[in-house]
T-cell receptor, first 112, second 116 residues
């Protein structure tokens, strides 16, 4: 049982480049989330989805876009990467949002 | 709006000492969930415990224990007889109702360093 899988695990981008982070879950969870983790700031919510075809903004959405075309996948896009987006990105899923959150192993992104 | 405060940035102890991590939360909702997660040096997030707002019973699980007090909006976590493997960053998190339902709000984390 894979749980939540994030790809890629590491990536280095040049300023202005674009990329997409993929999150896949095999638990049939309705809710999916993208967080970023920066030193001393905990995890902050970027975007989330409460079901297939829905997305909503979190705490720090600027510079990111997301899509949830299939229930099991939640994509995070950076259209024009900036050094301020250097961070560790975590995807998570949950059923109903009341607990039982499962996190992926993270993607370390560096923008130079 | 909801908020989680972990005032302790880093705690250093010698092995076998007890460690208590503080967590204070803010929410206007009467229904909410509180969590503790551990992030070891390998980077993954490990779920430790979840508590709902209607269950103030404190819990002990092995060397871990949790003290939930609604009167002071605190959800503290204690590691008894710490071990080197307990070295990690520990996060407290809150999921409340209303517009915040389902969204985990994390504290900044507390780095625990256990030395032999």
């Amino acid at each position: 049982n894979a749980g939540v899988t994030q790809t890629p695990k590491f990536r280095v981008l040049k300023t202005g480049q674009s990329m997409t982070l993929l999150c896949a879950q095999d638990m049939n969870h309705e809710y999916m989330y993208w967080y970023r983790q920066d030193p001393g700031m905990g995890l902050r919510l970027i975007h989330y989805s409460v079901g297939e075809g829905t997305t909503a903004k979190g705490e720090v959405p600027d510079g990111y876009n997301v899509s949830r075309l299939k229930k099991q996948n939640f994509l995070l896009g950076l259209e024009s990467a900036a050094p301020s987006q250097t961070s560790v990105y975590f995807c998570a899923s949950s059923q109903g949002g009341t607990g039982g959150y499962t996190f992926g192993s993270g993607t370390r992104l560096t923008v130079v | 709006a909801q908020k989680v405060t972990q005032a302790q940035t880093e705690i250093s102890v010698v092995e076998k000492e007890d460690v208590t991590l503080d967590c204070v939360y803010e929410t206007r909702d009467t229904t909410y969930y509180l969590f503790w997660y551990k992030q070891p040096p390998s980077g993954e997030l490990v779920f430790l415990i979840r508590r709902n707002s209607f269950d103030e019973q404190n819990e002990i699980s092995g060397r871990y224990s949790w003290n939930f007090q609604k009167s002071t909006s605190s959800f503290n976590f204690t590691i008894t007889a710490s071990q080197v493997v307990d070295s990690a960053v520990y996060f407290c998190a809150l999921s409340a109702g209303g517009d915040s339902w389902g969204k985990l709000q994390f504290g900044a984390g507390t780095q625990v360093v256990v030395t032999p």
